[in-house]
């Protein structure tokens, strides 16, 4: 092509041209088009923040995992120890099964033997209770057939009275003890001897006809004023030949307001009688207690069954104030032992 001046005008403006066009659009896009670099900026931020993200979740992830394998480990090393424990537990579980066994048979043995114990002293008891009780009744049948003898004997009903014996004798011959005691008793053996023992320093030679009106100093002394001795030779008639219910009217006591010491010693009232000096309260319980008819003679005979009867149930010679005084120890033991045979 051939360019002439004309041409070459055209051209220039030609381009000129163009390029203000492109300046223009260039202009425009950068007013109205998208701004290049932000969206570069806003990439890179976007791929920062995703990367962050990734690695936080990366790394939550990990704790996570790791966590998670921790929790695997520990419940492994659990289990594994629950089972060593398990391993080492069982021989000293069958060892306890073993023991606990071993432990029952020697409590069951034990049980045993304690039952057998507790058998025999229930055996030993029973046997003991039917020895008393056989000695009892036995002792019992004996005194019983006592009575019914010396009942039927005396020809006596017996009196179902009672009233709470005092069991203090007093002494009409304290002062006297040296004195023969008086014979005619109707005991024998050891009944005699402690009959005799308890007589001599009682009643000495006066006997069966023993009496006094009152006692004092704890039964060793007769009161001033107040009568004691023979009955019979001081009164005129024998205390044997009177019925015990006629005595005990003479011993009841109907009280100082009503009777003083001097009528009591005139009217020829009586406070100790007999052989082995027997009080009122005394001589009434033990006359109830064996049966005896209050019709019945206040003899010697009656005298001895009723001492025998008191010494037995009492046991000693404790109610006798004169052989409790005078006597040594060794003397008491002796009659005491002589009581408990009869």
């Known amino acids: 092509m051939k360019f002439t001046s004309g041409n070459s005008s055209n051209y220039l403006a030609g381009a000129k041209e163009v390029n203000d066009i492109t300046t223009n659009i260039y202009n425009t896009s950068r007013q109205t088009g998208v701004d290049v670099n932000n969206l570069i900026q806003t990439e890179r931020k976007a791929r920062a923040t995703k990367l962050d993200s990734k690695n936080a ?10 966590n998670i394998s921790a929790r695997i480990k520990q419940g492994d090393i659990e289990r594994k120890s629950k089972k060593d424990v398990e391993k080492i537990m069982k021989p000293a579980k069958r060892m306890a099964g073993v023991l606990a066994l071993t ?6 043995k034990k049980m045993g033997q304690d039952a057998a114990i507790d058998a025999q002293e229930r055996a030993q008891l029973k046997a003991d209770r039917d020895a008393r009780a056989a000695t009892t009744a036995e002792q019992n049948a004996l005194l019983k057939a006592e009575q019914e003898k010396l009942i039927k004997l005396l020809g006596g009903k017996g009196d179902s009275s009672t009233e709470t014996p005092s069991t203090t004798t007093s002494t009409t011959t304290s002062s006297t003890s040296t004195l023969p005691v008086a014979t005619g008793t109707t ?3 050891a009944s005699k001897t402690v009959a ?3 007589a001599l320093p009682e009643s000495g030679s006066y006997g069966y006809e023993a009496f006094n ?3 004092e100093k704890g039964g060793t002394a007769i009161p001033v004023g107040f009568k004691s001795g023979n009955y019979k030779e001081t009164f005129g008639s024998s205390l044997t030949d009177k019925t015990i219910g006629e005595i005990m009217e003479l011993q009841r006591d109907p009280g100082k307001s009503v009777m003083s010491d001097s009528d009591w010693v005139s009217s020829g009232k009586l406070h100790a009688v007999g052989r082995y000096q027997f009080i009122g309260n005394t001589l009434r319980d033990e006359v109830n ?3 005896i008819s209050k019709d019945t003679k206040f003899t010697p005979e009656v005298q001895d069954q009723i001492f025998l009867s008191h010494a037995k ?7 006798w ?13 002796e009659l005491n032992n002589l009581i408990a045979s009869l």
């Not at 149930?313 to 109610?319: A, L």
């Not at 040594?328 to 033991?333: H, I, L, R, V, Y």
């Open 289 to 291: 207690r064996m049966g």
């Open 213 to 215: 009106q009152g006692g």
């Open 313 to 319: 149930r009492v046991g000693n010679i404790s109610p």
């Open 103 to 108: 432990n029952t048979g020697l409590a069951v």
């Open 196 to 198: 005799d023992a308890i």
């Open 321 to 333: 104030v004169g052989p409790s005084n005078q006597y040594s120890s060794e003397k008491k033991t």
């Open 187 to 189: 005991l024998t053996g």
């Open 57 to 66: 979740a990366e790394g939550t992830i990990g704790k996570a995992a790791v």
